[in-house]
């Protein structure tokens, strides 16, 4: 993994649609569950879990807005 919290930071700004934080939540998770995790200082480990957290609340932003929910019933 050698995304930096920067370019993950950046990537959360240009999200565009639902995939794109799919996409980054996968990569956040991932980079949490490496050793290179295990190495940042405590902030920077805060950083990321701060980060996840914006992510996770941007989808349920768009789990509000979706009709297949509607339409599933879920």
């Not at 920067?6 to 050793?35: G, Y």
């Not at 940042?40 to 509000?64: C, H, I, T, W």
């Given at each position: 993994?050698?995304?930096?919290i920067?370019?993950?930071?950046?990537?959360?700004?240009?999200?565009?649609?639902?995939?794109?934080?799919?996409?980054?939540?996968?990569?956040?998770?991932?980079?949490?569950?490496?050793?290179?995790?295990?190495?940042?200082?405590?902030?920077?480990?805060?950083?990321?879990?701060?980060?996840?957290?914006?992510?996770?609340?941007?989808?349920e932003?768009?789990?509000?807005?979706?009709?297949?929910?509607?339409?599933?019933?879920?």
């Amino acid at each position: 993994m050698s995304l930096s919290i920067t370019e993950l930071r950046n990537r959360f700004k240009a999200t565009q649609d639902k995939f794109d934080l799919l996409k980054l939540r996968e990569d956040v998770t991932a980079l949490m569950d490496s050793p290179q995790f295990q190495q940042l200082s405590q902030s920077d480990r805060n950083r990321v879990e701060d980060l996840l957290v914006e992510v996770v609340a941007k989808e349920e932003q768009y789990k509000g807005c979706d009709p297949w929910r509607t339409i599933m019933g879920y």
